[in-house]
C-alpha cells in the first residue's frame, strides 16, 4: 500500500511515492504557478502519472503553506495564493482525480514537524516543538505524541508570538513578531547594521558582498561566520539569543521536552544553537529548579514535510 505526498513550495511542486514507512519510492517536481487552477491541475496530472507505476495508492496528503481548517481540507487563508481563502483544496484534487480516496490537506510547517517526529531528530519525544528559521520562523506542535493544531487550526503559528511591545513591523501587519529577530532576514539586518557601525571590523563581510552592503545575504554571513568572522559570527549571536528568548516563552506555555531547529539557516549548526541553549536557560522560568529541554538540529532533511503529509494523509 503506498501514499502519495504532495509539497506545494513557493516555486515548486515535490510529489513523492510514499511506502508503508513513509520511505520516499519515486519522487517528481513541477515549478509552482500562482493560481490555484494550475496547482490543481498539476497534482491531478503527477497522481495519474505515479498511478501508471503504483495502482495501490490508497490516501494523498498535501503539504500547503497556508492556515487550514480543523476540516483538514481547506485552506483558511495562505499568503501565497490569492484563491486560498477558504478554499477547498481537497474537493478540487478529488474532482480532477476522480476517485474516493482521502485527499488530506496540513500546514507545511506542521508536515515538516509531524515528519520529524515520525522519523527524525523528535523521534521518541513525548512533548516537542519545531522551529523552522529560514526566511520567516515557522512552527509545529506535537503534545502527548499527538499533532497540535488548536481549536481552529490556527495553532504553532510561533513566528506570530509577540516578543517585543512596539517593536520592528512584521509582514503579518502586528509589531514585534519573533521572526523579526529569529530568521534569515533578521539575520542579514543584523550583520548590515553591524557592518554600518563597525566598519573596522566590516572586511570579510565587504568583501563577500563586493563592497555592496544591501546585497549582503544569508550566505555569504553564515561563511563568515564559519571562518571566525567576528561580525558574521555577531550576526548568528543575536538570533540565537531570540531563539532563545522565544524558546523560553513558550516552554513557559508548553514545557516540551524538546526543541527541534530546522531551516536553512541551521546549516551553521552550533554556531546558532550554542547562544541559543545560552539564552534559552537565562530567560527561562525557574530554570535553575526544572530539567531543561534539548535543543537539537532537524535530521530529516527537505523531504521531511513530504514524509509528515505521507504519514498524516492516513491518521
Known sequence: MHKLAVDIGGTKIAVGVCDEDDTIV???TVPTENDADSINEAIAALYKKACETFNDISAIGISAAGNVKQDRRTVNFSANIP????????GHIEELIGTDIPVVVENDANCAGWGEYVHGAGKGSQNMVMLTVGTGLGGAIVLNGELYRGSFGMAAELGHLPMVPDGDTCG????????????????????????????EDAKRLMELCNGHIEELRGPMISKAAQEGDVLG??????????????????????DPDLYVIGGGVIAVGDILLDPAREAYERFLQASAYRPIAKIVPASAGQDAGLIGAANLSLR
Open 83 to 90: 484563491a486560498w481563502i477558504n478554499y477547498d483544496l481537497s
Open 172 to 199: 503579518c501587519g502586528l509589531r514585534g513578531c519573533a521572526e523579526r529577530y529569529v530568521s534569515g532576514s533578521a539575520l542579514e539586518r543584523f550583520a548590515k547594521a553591524a557592518v554600518r557601525r563597525r566598519p
Open 26 to 28: 519515486r519522487s517528481w
Open 233 to 254: 559570527l555577531y550576526s548568528f549571536n543575536k538570533i540565537g539569543e531570540w531563539l532563545g528568548r522565544t524558546m523560553a516563552a513558550i516552554s513557559a506555555v508548553l
